[in-house]
């Protein structure tokens, strides 16, 4: 069974910083597709950013791109995601999943996932 455990959020400031990490056990790491998603208060999660396990592509989605990268340790399990420059609308709980078909390259944005999720961890922007 997959398990996702979620780290480094918090409360910053506007044009602040935050590095989150999620620890991923259960599957073959490496040979998976890792996400991020973020859930806004009232809205849908949302995907918004995935790197690749058996190509080094990442993706990032329109309201994050350039202030958010997403990068992975294969040799610890962890995928992470650095935020830079911080907004408001960037608050919410983030969480991290997997596509579920193993070694398949990321080539495009529609990506599945594990129905399971971690326990998120919030990140809080405001002044």
């Known amino acids: 069974q997959v398990q996702l455990v979620e780290s480094g959020g918090g409360l910053v400031q506007p044009g602040g910083s935050l590095r989150l990490s999620c620890v991923v056990s259960?599957?073959?790491?490496?040979?998976?597709?890792m996400t991020w998603y973020r859930q806004a208060p009232g809205l849908e999660r949302e995907l918004i950013a995935a790197?690749?396990?058996?190509?080094?592509?990442?993706m990032t989605a329109d309201s994050v791109k350039g202030r958010f990268a997403i990068s992975r340790d294969n040799d610890e399990n962890t995928v992470y995601l650095e935020m830079n420059n911080l907004k408001p609308e960037d608050t919410g709980v983030y969480y991290c999943?997997?596509?579920?078909?193993?070694?398949?390259?990321?080539?495009?944005?529609?990506?599945?996932?594990?129905?399971?999720w971690g326990q998120g961890t919030q990140v809080t922007v405001s002044s």
């Open positions: 259960g599957l073959p790491f490496s040979r998976y597709i």
């Open positions: 999943n997997a596509d579920p078909r193993p070694s398949q390259p990321l080539l495009k944005w529609e990506l599945m996932r594990f129905g399971s």
């Open positions: 790197i690749g396990g058996v190509n080094d592509r990442t």
